[in-house]
């Protein structure tokens, strides 16, 4: 079974801090995407990325960055957290196949921004 | 926007009866894919239909796709409690998948 594991289910930063989300896959996926996700509004790409040290924004990036080193590991950067970050953040991934990108997902990890 | 739209929002039917849910977006698409999302939790890929298939099983659930009406439907048949979940279509342009905002459905006992 594909596993993607995120670093935190739960987690409160203070605004003006750096925060770091790690995401984690072991089924040598190529891709990897980073959602957030409010009620009414579904979910909306940040970043993603199609190889080792490659990103491309998403719809909405601004605020964040991310960082790909190792092909298993995607992780999203929050700068300066603010409180319009709080959200539900959920990361993907998924093979190179231009046929049928099905994502997986990871549990999500919810962010309050205080 | 590409975003398909799922219709309704939210739906509430007793248990062992039919659900039907639908999706409709606005521009071609190589594939369009259904999701499930339990309470705060992460998205699981449930089915996934091409553009050149009009109808696919999946045990429980059917998902019809009708590209000349730029729509697609999913049905759950003999619901169950632990089907209470968001529902959600994604429409693949190839170069992108686009998420819909979802449907809310809730299984009464």
């Known amino acids: 079974d594909v596993k993607v594991t995120q670093s935190s289910r739960y987690l409160v930063k203070r605004t003006g801090e750096k925060v770091f989300l790690e995401c984690v896959q072991d089924m040598d996926h190529e891709n990897m995407f980073w959602y957030r996700q409010d009620p009414g509004l579904g979910l909306r790409l940040i970043y993603f990325?199609?190889?080792?040290?490659?990103?491309e924004k998403g719809d909405i990036p601004e605020g964040y960055s991310v960082s790909r080193e190792k092909k298993e590991r995607f992780s999203l950067i929050l700068e300066s957290a603010s409180t319009n970050q709080t959200s539900m953040y959920l990361c993907?991934?998924?093979?190179?196949?231009?046929?049928?990108?099905?994502?997986?997902f990871g549990p999500g990890t919810r962010l309050t921004v205080l | 926007s590409q975003q398909g739209e799922e219709d309704p929002q939210a739906l509430s039917i007793q248990e062992g009866e039919n659900a039907t849910m639908n999706c409709s977006y606005k521009?071609?698409?190589?594939?369009l894919q259904w999701y499930r999302q339990n309470s705060g939790r992460g998205l699981v890929h449930l089915i996934l239909i091409r553009s050149n298939e009009r109808e696919k099983h999946s045990g429980r659930l059917r998902v019809t796709l009708d590209t000349s009406k730029k729509s697609s439907s999913l049905l759950i048949t003999a619901s169950r409690a632990a089907d209470t979940a968001s529902y959600f279509c994604a429409t693949d342009y190839g170069d992108k998948i686009i998420f819909g905002k979802g449907t809310r459905l809730h299984i009464l006992p």
């Open positions: 993907a991934s998924s093979f190179m196949d231009r046929e049928a990108d099905t994502q997986y």
């Open positions: 521009t071609s698409i190589n594939n």
């Open positions: 990325s199609y190889d080792v040290k490659m990103k």
